[in-house]
């Protein structure tokens, strides 16, 4: 970051480009409610101008910095919920905190790989930093359906231009089931913006810190729409 950066002006419903680790740098401590985020899985997908190709010993230092960073700025009583790959969930299960859970995030719609059994749900790692302050309701539950068969039909975007965009429904479960109206949701790697259209849509602040600047520009026109 060449510019200092002061809390929460320059962060409160802005999308920020750049590095997240850095840009997080910049956050007090324990000033967002909610953390939701859809990191790159250093599987070789391209991500606009970032290389999401780490070696075995690259991914998880290079992750668990910015998720440490992201905890840091967590209130007490917030959650967070990290998208992760089925590919890699022997490894990746180990790096975060005992208490994490998986949430499932089911899809609607499963495109077809060469394989015999299909990925036909999301795991999401989650956990409370403390104790939420989500009060218990009967019948929620740690799962729900991604419409995913929809997720690409965002204003015109196509496959090739982001490999894994999240469709709002998932993503519009999570906020309104682990945050409460006014609360600051934040996704430190926030690609074409759909938490931050989620936050917004459903009353929350939003926080979205991406590094690829065009990513940058559709969140912003995605933001600039009506509600989605």
Excluded at 58 to 73: D, F, G, K
Excluded at 171 to 186: G, R
Excluded at 194 to 215: H, M, Q
Aim: charged share 25%; proline share 4%.
């Amino acid at each position: 970051m060449s510019t200092r950066m002061n809390w929460p002006g320059d962060f409160i419903n802005k999308i920020i480009c750049g590095d997240c680790l850095e840009v997080m740098k910049e956050m007090s401590d324990e000033c967002v409610d909610l953390i939701l985020t859809d990191p790159p899985y250093g599987i070789g997908k391209k991500y606009g101008n970032f290389n999401d190709k780490f070696s075995n010993n690259e991914y998880q230092p290079w992750l668990m910095n910015r998720i440490s960073e992201a905890e840091r700025i967590l209130k007490k009583d917030g959650i967070i919920f990290v998208f992760m790959p089925q590919i890699n969930m022997r490894e990746w299960i180990l790096w975060f905190p005992k208490k994490s859970r998986i949430f499932a995030g089911v899809k609607n719609f499963t495109q077809f790989h060469n394989i015999v059994i299909q990925y036909s749900w999301s795991p999401i790692v989650f956990w409370e930093k403390d104790k939420s302050k989500i009060e218990p309701v009967a019948g929620k539950r740690d799962w729900c359906l991604e419409h995913t068969a929809s997720a690409w039909g965002i204003s015109g975007i196509k496959q090739k231009d982001h490999p894994a965009i999240r469709d709002l429904s998932i993503l519009n479960y999570l906020i309104k089931n682990f945050s409460l109206e006014n609360d600051t949701v934040l996704d430190c790697f926030n690609g074409f913006g759909s938490t931050s259209r989620a936050a917004k849509d459903l009353k929350r602040n939003f926080v979205g810190i991406e590094i690829d600047p065009e990513y940058c520009k559709i969140a912003e026109e995605r933001l600039a729409q009506g509600v989605l």
